[in-house]
């Protein structure tokens, strides 16, 4: 059988149709989809962790990532009939709005292959999960995205990230940090319990223009780009019912096949980068999962 050729793969226990697994998806790195498999495999308790309950936005890069990409919400025909999926209206403020979209969920290492041999290399998710009946439950978490404005980077990032978990840990929120393997960072606080969407979105909009008013040489907390030159917007509004965020673990579609890495707060300071597939997984397998391993930092 040639390596381009489909074949059926058997994971636990799930029948999953699979082709070209020896197409280049990252060619700066030579990066195969066998081996965003693997990655995948390697990470997916953790990763799986963070998926559950909540529908997946995948952008697919059919072609590799120096290919066209589309994001796509709805389940593709020809999907597994094993793969979870929930008719659901769209959240307010979506551009479908109005309408019902067929969402889908990854629930087990089967569900991530498959969403591998779509091309599906960046898995976005809500801060909202879904009930078993199908109904929208509240937020279980709030996520600050901290973006940099050039010619600030990683390391202004990083300052303001504790900046943030500062003003948070003030409310009796504990954030674990996740570099986003694009520009910036992530800050993720577990709930402590579920909350109506738009009141998180609220709450994070009010103390995001709080911290910038004490900083303003840093910290900005509008989107408008001739004010955030050489600072760090704090962006409250990924926590909106319509918005989703790159999940942590999840692979970026870069040049180079970074990933949005959960982190230790000692990590975050100067010299911070972004890993790749290898490295994250063996941080894994070597630490353990910052969402779970760490005292206080618990989120889901």
Not at 127 to 132: A, D, E, F, K, R
Not at 270 to 281: F, K, N, S, T
Request: net charge positive; glycine share 8%; hydrophobic share 40%.
């Amino acid at each position: 059988m040639s390596p381009g050729a489909a074949q059926v793969l058997h994971v636990d226990g799930r029948p999953v149709r699979v082709t070209h697994l020896d197409k280049v998806m990252y060619p700066a790195a030579g990066t195969t989809k066998a081996d965003v498999m693997d990655y995948l495999i390697r990470v997916a308790p953790a990763l799986l962790r963070q998926l559950r309950d909540r529908p997946v936005t995948r952008v697919r890069w059919p072609d590799g990532v120096e290919g066209p990409r589309f994001f796509e919400k709805n389940v593709p025909k020809g999907a597994p009939e094993w793969l979870r999926h929930q008719r659901l209206p769209a959240a307010p403020g979506a551009p479908e709005e109005g309408t019902e979209l067929d969402l889908p969920f990854l629930d087990d290492v089967a569900g991530l292959v498959w969403a591998a041999n779509q091309g599906a290399l960046e898995l976005h998710t809500p801060q909202w999960t879904v009930g078993p009946r199908g109904g929208l439950r509240h937020c279980d978490r709030l996520v600050v995205d901290l973006d940099p404005g050039a010619p600030a980077g990683l390391d202004q990032c990083a300052r303001v990230a504790h900046l943030v978990a500062d003003r948070l840990a003030q409310d009796g929120l504990d954030c674990v940090p996740v570099t986003s393997g694009s520009k910036g960072l992530q800050l993720y606080a577990a709930l402590p319990r579920p909350t109506p969407a738009m009141s998180v979105h609220d709450y994070a909009r009010r103390f995001a223009h709080e911290l910038a008013a004490a900083h303003p040489s840093s910290v900005v907390a509008v989107q408008r780009k001739d004010l955030r030159t050489g600072k760090v917007l704090v962006d409250w509004s990924q926590n909106h019912p319509a918005k989703t965020t790159i999940t942590p673990w999840s692979l970026r579609g870069r040049a180079r096949p970074t990933v949005a890495t959960p982190r230790r707060w000692e990590e975050i300071g100067p010299g911070l980068q972004h890993p790749e597939i290898d490295e994250v997984a063996r941080r894994l397998a070597q630490d353990g999962d910052p969402f779970v391993e760490g005292p206080g930092m618990r989120v889901r």
